[in-house]
């Protein structure tokens, strides 16, 4: 079983930084790499699937790269509304399953 | 616009089986995979299974030996059962469909339910 470690655990930042959120995987992976954002009493959100695509209507500033083992997540310039927990999520072929990240949390310095 | 809403009692007793529906509006159950997540208070997100439209399922393996998935199309429904619940089965149960339709292919969750919480406890 694939397991995925984010990095760091928290982040704290001020709107207007660049933020970079690391998810290492135990294996090597495909592509099927998703990252969502969580805020509190609200549903997860995606952003980023297939390691780099960004989601229908998610802004320019969300960015995700990265293969084989080590992704990212980048906010180019942190709004507001960007503080909140990031999720990493792998897709493995075998056994066919989704596995999360502990998560990131992403707070306002 | 697709909207999930899930249902089911907020109040189990350990050993009791949890029982909850997703209701499917706005947009057909077909073609699609659908999926059970559930976040305990305080910690991350878990993934539980998924169900395609048709039927087929695939569980984490860590609650396949407790978990059962059903659909029912007609009512653009689907649900959950897990079987003698613990304390540790206390979550914010979501519903979500994969993002990408057609059968064995997967990415991630594009539509999301508000979440129900589920507290077990004697």
């Known amino acids: 079983e694939i397991v995925l470690t984010q990095s760091p655990a928290t982040l704290s930042l001020s709107p207007g930084e660049r933020a970079t959120l690391s998810c290492r995987a135990s294996?090597?992976?495909?592509?099927?790499l998703a990252w969502y954002q969580h805020k509190p009493g609200h549903s997860p959100r995606l952003l980023i699937y297939d390691a780099s695509k960004r989601a229908t209507g998610i802004p320019a500033r969300f960015s995700g790269s990265g293969s084989g083992t080590d992704f990212t997540l980048t906010i180019s310039s942190l709004e507001p509304e960007d503080f909140a927990v990031y999720y990493c999520?792998?897709?493995?072929?075998?056994?066919?399953?989704?596995?999360f990240g502990q998560g990131t949390r992403l707070e306002i310095k | 616009q697709v909207q999930l809403q899930e249902s089911g009692p907020g109040l189990l007793k350990p050993s009791e089986t949890l029982s909850l529906t997703c209701s499917v509006s706005?947009?057909?159950?077909?073609?699609?995979?659908w999926n059970w997540i559930r976040q305990p208070p305080g910690k991350g997100l878990e993934w539980i299974g998924y169900m395609y439209y048709s039927g087929s399922t695939n569980y984490s393996p860590s609650l396949n030996s407790r978990v059962t998935m059903s659909v029912d199309t007609s009512k653009n429904q689907f649900s959950l059962k897990l079987s003698s619940v613990t304390a540790a089965d206390t979550a914010i149960y979501y519903c979500a469909r994969d993002r990408v339709p057609g059968y064995n292919v997967h990415d991630a969750f594009d539509i999301w339910g508000q979440g129900t919480m589920v507290t077990v406890s004697s």
């Open positions: 706005g947009g057909s159950m077909t073609d699609y995979y």
């Open positions: 294996q090597s992976l495909s592509i099927y």
């Open positions: 999520q792998l897709r493995s072929n075998w056994p066919p399953m989704y596995t």
